[in-house]
T-cell receptor, first 112, second 115 residues
């Protein structure tokens, strides 16, 4: 399983962009990168995913390094409602099973 | 009810008790999952069911026993648990069978405390 590492916490001011990094140096060529976030007292919710190309959706953008050993989740304008723990994960096939492997997450604080 | 629901939201049990966690998804999905979330640790996948059949058991101790009677319902039966089993237990579902681009939808979790 590809392991991911993320900073424990980050802070941002409201209305400013946030770049959340993730290292996944052991990722294989077919593993997808997924990002989820967990708001207080809730289960994780899907944010975005990608394989090689950068991806955009209404919530965020995902920038994937050319060697795929790292990626960055970009929130273009952070709001107080974006305060959450953001999990970088990889989806991989272990041979006998396929599963998402989550990292320990980055706690994002957003201040006025 | 919409999305993925879990009951109870909180559970306190003794080590000799038997209890069950329930998960229900209202999304028409084919796959369901149990995860364990402990403090300071990554989410740990426990079990995966595709079309009611178990396809993954991530070396989970036998004191945790899953049951999937149909694609919409998933149970986790608990017996003779240990204090270290105290955690947030999360249920999730996905449309497909856990493929690389399958998005997982999580319930709010059951906070379990074992005394």
């Amino acid at each position: 399983d590809a392991k991911t590492t993320q900073p424990n916490s980050m802070e941002s001011n409201e209305e400013e962009p946030v770049h959340l990094p993730c290292n996944h140096s052991t990722i294989s060529g077919t593993d997808y990168i997924h990002w989820y976030r967990q708001l207080p007292s809730q289960g994780p919710e899907y944010v975005i995913h990608g394989l090689t190309s950068n991806v955009n959706n209404r919530m965020a953008s995902l920038a994937i390094a050319e060697d795929r050993k790292s990626s960055t989740l970009i929130l273009h304008r952070a709001t107080l409602r974006d305060a959450a723990v953001y999990y970088c994960s990889t989806w991989g096939n272990t041979g006998t099973a396929s599963k998402l492997t989550f990292g320990t997450g980055t706690r994002l604080q957003v201040t006025l | 009810e919409t999305g993925v629901t879990q009951t109870p939201r909180h559970l306190v049990m003794g080590m000799t008790n038997k209890k069950s966690l329930k998960c229900e998804q209202h999304l028409g999905h084919n796959a369901m999952y149990w995860y364990k979330q402990s403090a300071k640790k990554p989410l740990e996948l426990m079990f995966v069911y595709n079309f009611k059949e178990q396809t993954e058991n991530n070396s989970v101790p036998s004191r945790f026993s899953p049951e999937c009677p149909n694609s919409s319902h998933l149970f986790l039966h608990l017996h003779t648990l240990q204090p270290e089993d105290s955690a947030l237990y999360l249920c999730a579902s996905s449309p497909g069978v856990g493929g690389a681009e399958d998005t997982q939808y999580f319930g709010p979790g059951t906070r379990l405390t074992v005394l």
